[in-house]
């Protein structure tokens, strides 16, 4: 009778390891299929600089604005500094230019660090 108690507690412990181990791979196995996955859509969204959106490109928008010359002799806007001379301190000109800003629909990265770009189009007083 000891024997066969301690026959089918053998079994039931067996039976369980195996039970275990076969569930075990399989959430394993789907885990691994996941991130396999989700390194797979990563990399195909991958833009070279991480700090660039995906999906965007870089589009100029035009811009007018009335910009007085400091004390150094120059119109700046953003960063961009154009000299216009000592002799015109405090006069303000009527500028007209394009700001860069990640706002075109693209199937692209933006490059981010063109935004805030100016090109200036044209002044006049």
Do not use: H, W
């Amino acid at each position: 009778m000891k024997k066969i108690l301690m026959s089918m507690a053998v079994v039931a412990l067996l039976s369980s390891l195996v039970l275990f181990l076969s569930n075990s791979n399989n959430q394993l196995d789907e885990l691994f299929a996941e991130n396999i996955e989700a390194l797979a859509q990563e990399e195909s969204n991958k833009c070279p600089n991480k700090y660039d959106p995906i999906g965007l490109t870089i589009r100029y928008e035009q811009r007018t604005s009335t910009v007085t010359v400091g004390i150094d002799g120059n119109l700046t806007i953003g960063n961009t500094s154009i000299p216009i001379g000592i002799g015109s301190i405090g006069i303000n000109y009527t500028c007209t230019y394009e700001i860069a800003q990640c706002s075109q629909p693209a199937n692209a990265c933006c490059n981010s660090s063109l935004v805030g770009d100016i090109k200036i189009v044209g002044i006049r007083r």
